[in-house]
Structure formats: structure tokens, C-alpha cells
T-cell receptor, first 111, second 113 residues
Framework: EDQVTQSPEALRLQEGESSSLNCSYT??????LFWYRQDPGKGPEFLFT???AGEEKEKERLKATLTKKESFLHITAPKPEDSATYLC????????????FGTGTQLKVEL | NAGVTQTPKFQVLKTGQSMTLQCAQD?????MSWYRQDPGMGLRLIHY???????DQGEVPNGYNVSRSTTEDFPLRLLSAAPSQTSVYFC????????????FGQGTRLTVV
């Protein structure tokens, strides 16, 4: 059974204080790993897809990396508008388009 | 471009009542899916469809039915609501191919009393 574990559950940062969110996964064969952002009362919004170990992708203050066992979402000099829940999901080989999600990391960035 | 539209946004049901959660997308996506989101549980797949006329069960299908008569619509039916079905429900659609991003609706918050 595919499993995705995210840590920490919640994270509070000061504006400009960089940090990383972790997503560890167990999957029979990884096709890809996804990061989504979810704002309160809204549906998840796509951020990144990572396909192979060693891959990195960047978008503004966010950078996602992938190893064979985990992925990190690095947040550099965050701003209050980066406050959201960040979700990680995996897609397994042989599983079609199905996604298995972690429980998310709730990030709050304060002034 | 509306994307994925879910209705209603909020609903309160009594135990045993039935209802249909509506989901429509205007992106001509073949793959559509329903998830429920509960505190501490993450998003869990209920049912999915790879195209009109084709549906299959996800991780937590019990108590839910789906059908897919058109590419655009993918309704989720609760035949006899139970308090355990209190949750936030999300519909999503994806372009063809694997590793494509899923587009989510705004969600339906359902309370069963």
C-alpha cells in the first residue's frame, strides 16, 4: 500500500525565515511526486511534479527536490502570502492517474 | 474559463437522506475523480473515471455511487447519508496522460446530522 507522510504537521515562520517541508513516501514504483498548495476553503492548486531522484524545480520562493525516499519543499525568505497548507502526493506505476496524498503541512508566515 | 465547478458549496443532510454532489468541468478532460478530505486523514480517493461510461472505485467507495454519462459531468451520489460521511468533498479533473496536474473544484462541505 502506498503511503505518504508529511512533516511537520504545522510550521510557523517569521517573514524572511527560510525553512523546508518534508514528504517521505513508500510506493511500489514511483511514477511521479506532486506538490499542491491549499488555501482555507479552497481546492488544492498544483505547484510541481517531480519525476526522478535528483530532480529540482523552482517557482518564486519555492523549490522542490526529490530523492528515492523523500521530497523537500524549500521556502526561501517566505512572505505572509505563502501561508497555506502544502500537500504532497504520489502517483504509482500501474496505478493510472490515481494520487495518494499526505496529510499536509500547515504553514503560517508572520510579519 | 470556469475550470471545475462543484455545487452546492455547503449542505446539511439528515441521516438516511440522499443527495447528489454535482461536478462539471469545461476543459474536455477525460480523467475525473472524487476525493474526501477529513482532518488528519488527507485527501482520500472515493471514485474515479477515465472517460465517459467508465468508472471505478478508489480507496473509500462504500456509501457512494458515481456515473459518467458525458465528458463534462461526474456526479457523486450518497444514497443514504450517514454521520461518517460528514466531510469536505473535492472533485478533480486531469488532462490526458500520466503525471498531468489535477485541477480541483472549490469543494462541497457536507454535514450529516
Amino acid at each position: 500500500e502506498d503511503q505518504v507522510t508529511q512533516s511537520p504537521e504545522a510550521l510557523r515562520l517569521q517573514e524572511g525565515e527560510s525553512s523546508s517541508l518534508n514528504c517521505s513516501y513508500t510506493v511500489s514504483g514511483l511514477r511521479g511526486l506532486f506538490w499542491y498548495r491549499q488555501d482555507p476553503g479552497k481546492g488544492p492548486e498544483f505547484l510541481f511534479t517531480l519525476y526522478s531522484a535528483g530532480e529540482e524545480k523552482e517557482k518564486e520562493r519555492l523549490k522542490a527536490t526529490l530523492t528515492k525516499k523523500e521530497s523537500f519543499l524549500h521556502i526561501t525568505a517566505p512572505k505572509p502570502e505563502d501561508s497555506a497548507t502544502y500537500l504532497c502526493a504520489v502517483q504509482a506505476l500501474g496505478g493510472g492517474n490515481k494520487l495518494t496524498f499526505g496529510t499536509g503541512t500547515q504553514l503560517k508566515v508572520e510579519l | 474559463n470556469a475550470g471545475v465547478t462543484q455545487t452546492p458549496k455547503f449542505q446539511v443532510l439528515k441521516t438516511g437522506q440522499s443527495m447528489t454532489l454535482q461536478c462539471a468541468q469545461d476543459m474536455n478532460h477525460e480523467y475525473m475523480s472524487w476525493y474526501r478530505q477529513d482532518p488528519g486523514m488527507g485527501l482520500r480517493l472515493i471514485h474515479y473515471s477515465v472517460g465517459a461510461g467508465i468508472t471505478d472505485q478508489g480507496e473509500v467507495p462504500n456509501g457512494y455511487n458515481v456515473s459518467r454519462s458525458t465528458t463534462e459531468d461526474f456526479p457523486l451520489r450518497l444514497l443514504s447519508a450517514a454521520p461518517s460521511q460528514t466531510s469536505v468533498y473535492f472533485c478533480a479533473s486531469s488532462p490526458p496522460g500520466f503525471l498531468t496536474e489535477a485541477f480541483f473544484g472549490q469543494g462541497t462541505r457536507l454535514t450529516v446530522v
